[in-house]
């Protein structure tokens, strides 16, 4: 699933290419992820300019000059692909396979060139929402705060941690509703950085460890930004390539594989219904209350 840092690669690379572009049509074959409905959103966004584009969570935010936004969220393997008028099918160079085979929407503008929305699993969706509302739109209301917002200090995160005592580290950061945009392959990159193991509780942190976790967040998250993100499977960036981070995952899907660090094997085990990865070296489960 693309996670913040792929988003936000979307959101750098989408403001360069479409700012200032008129919405001229749109197509949809999977009209069911096309909200509120397929010709209201028509209604929305068709001969309107994209003026600014940013991100909140895991979403992207695509607002026009008509007071109405385009609510996008990618989940678990869409992309959106950029094409210039005269662009030729983009294929994988390891594969052979046309990356823009499972397009199910497109936006065409003005100048003939189009954005689409690649995604093989199809369940990825787009609503259109009048922008004043995109902050009470309930898929957004029920985030926690950005994992890099400005806001979210150090101070703010061992509050957030004491709210949450009970719970699995590793649980927890991938609770949107705690703190936004961290996924699975992050989730294991940032504790891992931190030696800290993910099915430790909350209350067993120590202030210390906790600010270890909040650090590694912040720099494993900007890292994997300036890489243009994780190419796990299906990821892709507007031009359809791939993201350089998966060079430098230390345990994410590394089973049994030697540890960087201490040469310890790597492990995985099932926290929240998905996948953990950790070294038992590195990372030591403690279950002292502090």
Request: hydrophobic letters at 35%.
């Amino acid at each position: 699933m693309p996670e913040l840092p792929e988003v936000q690669t979307i959101v750098n690379d989408l403001n360069k290419k479409i700012i200032g572009k008129t919405i001229i049509g749109f197509w949809s074959d999977w009209k069911k992820r096309v909200r509120p409905s397929l010709a209201k959103f028509k209604v929305a966004i068709l001969k309107a300019k994209i003026v600014k584009i940013n991100r909140i969570g895991k979403h992207i935010v695509l607002d026009l000059n008509n007071n109405y936004s385009v609510l996008i969220h990618l989940k678990m393997a869409g992309y959106l692909l950029y094409e210039k008028p005269l662009d030729t099918l983009t294929r994988d160079k390891h594969s052979g396979k046309t990356i823009r085979q499972y397009t199910h929407h497109i936006f065409y503008f003005t100048d003939k060139s189009k954005l689409k929305f690649s995604d093989t699993r199809k369940f990825g969706w787009l609503k259109a929402i009048k922008t004043k509302d995109i902050q009470n739109t309930p898929e957004i209301l029920q985030l926690g705060i950005g994992a890099l917002d400005s806001k979210l200090t150090f101070k703010k995160f061992n509050a957030l941690c004491d709210r949450k005592r009970k719970s699995k580290i590793g649980v927890a950061l991938l609770d949107q509703k705690w703190i936004a945009g961290i996924g699975n392959i992050y989730r294991s990159e940032i504790l891992f950085d931190a030696k800290i193991h993910p099915a430790r509780t909350l209350d067993n942190l120590t202030k210390t460890e906790r600010r270890k976790i909040y650090k590694s967040m912040r720099q494993i998250l900007n890292k994997a930004i300036k890489m243009r993100g994780t190419s796990d499977v299906d990821y892709r960036d507007t031009a359809g390539q791939k993201g350089g981070y998966q060079k430098l995952l230390k345990v994410y899907r590394k089973t049994d594989q030697s540890c960087s660090y201490c040469k310890g094997k790597i492990k995985r085990i099932k926290l929240g219904q998905r996948s953990a990865f950790f070294c038992p070296k590195c990372q030591k489960l403690k279950t002292t209350t502090n």
